[in-house]
């Protein structure tokens, strides 16, 4: 089974429109991640906040703390759209 990427993942996303309430700090982002709980492209953001290295924010469901320890201890990743669609590709 082949998975796509959505280049235009955002106008998809459970959060759209809701300013900068994605962009909490501390404990607030623990909160806030329940947006993404059943969003439909919560791999497409998450990949993008991973490949990018974004560190501001909760994207794909992960703070900005969760990501970060991810990338460490997965140095060897250089795609994670790749990795992310391929899990997605296995669990369907």
Do not use: H, K
């Not at 959060?15 to 700090?25: P, S």
């Not at 919560?42 to 906040?49: S, T, V």
């Not at 060897?76 to 669609?85: E, F, G």
């Amino acid at each position: 089974m082949t998975v796509m990427y959505r280049e235009d993942w955002a106008t998809a996303a459970n959060c759209r429109g809701t300013g900068d309430v994605l962009f909490a700090e501390g404990a607030a982002q623990r909160r806030v991640r329940v947006l993404c709980e059943d969003c439909p492209v919560r791999r497409e953001c998450l990949a993008e906040a991973l490949d990018d290295r974004i560190e501001w924010g909760v994207w794909g469901g992960m703070t900005e703390r969760e990501r970060r320890a991810l990338l460490r201890r997965r140095p060897d990743v250089t795609s994670w759209r790749q990795v992310l669609l391929d899990d997605a590709a296995t669990t369907r």
